[in-house]
């Protein structure tokens, strides 16, 4: 079982449409999850990280963790063209250590 | 507020040589983590350093160092290059060694081994 599981897509979502990313993680010491966006030939940019139980919302995303069900997801409301990307998921334990998912790539269709 | 800095951006390297990367923190960042990227295995984590000491090291051979600076530059090294160490090397910078706080990559190296 990998640490950090993700479908790897691709998710096709129509323009305007809401896209949903989930990553399940194994070890239940992870402290903080993080979901990253990547462009083809581009660097992992940060989208937002959470820590608690619940929602947190930055614009159109909304990260939603549950740590009793070990899974973090990601809700993309109003996609659009740009969105097209991968997406990563990581998790933290204590450190700065970082394990990642293999992604999920998503095309919004205009 | 200037971002992670890595160069090389891009390079070539023959077989057996050996590679310098470096990656500059944003400022007042303490933290430096190194990944490689390839098509085959993702993102895995290489070693991580804060106060220029290394506080994790992932699975990758003895050929694979690393080193933190006071100024909390950071340099790694791969020495005897192989085929399979083509890919993006990605440095992260993060304020502290703390968990709660947000971690962001560079533009990357891309190495290619032939």
């Known amino acids: 079982q990998k640490e950090v599981e993700q479908n790897s897509g691709p998710l096709s979502v129509p323009e305007g449409a809401i896209a949903s990313l989930n990553c399940t993680y194994s070890d239940r010491g992870s402290q903080s999850f993080f979901w990253y966006r990547q462009y083809s030939g581009k660097s992992p940019e940060l989208i937002m990280f959470i820590y608690s139980n619940g929602d947190k919302e930055d614009g159109r995303f909304t990260a939603q963790l549950n740590k009793a069900s070990q899974y973090v997801s990601l809700l993309i409301r109003d996609s659009q063209p740009s969105d097209s990307a991968t997406y990563l998921c990581?998790?933290?334990?204590?450190?700065?250590?970082?394990?990642f998912g293999t992604g999920t790539l998503l095309a919004v269709q205009p | 507020k200037a971002g992670v800095t890595q160069t090389p951006r891009y390079l070539i390297k023959t077989r057996g040589q050996q590679v310098t990367l470096s990656c500059s923190p944003i400022s007042g960042h303490r933290s430096v983590s190194w990944y490689q990227q390839t098509p085959g295995q993702g993102l895995q984590f290489l070693f991580e350093?804060?106060?220029?000491?290394?506080?994790n090291k992932g699975n990758f051979p003895g050929r694979f160092s690393g080193r933190q600076f006071s100024n909390s530059r950071s340099e790694m090294n791969v020495s005897t290059l192989e085929l399979g160490d083509s890919a993006l090397y990605l440095c992260?910078?993060?304020?502290?060694?703390?968990?709660?706080?947000?971690?962001?990559f560079g533009e990357g190296s891309w190495l290619t081994v032939v």
């Open positions: 990581a998790v933290r334990r204590a450190t700065n250590k970082l394990i």
């Open positions: 350093y804060f106060s220029e000491t290394q506080r």
């Open positions: 992260a910078s993060s304020p502290t060694d703390h968990s709660g706080n947000t971690i962001y």
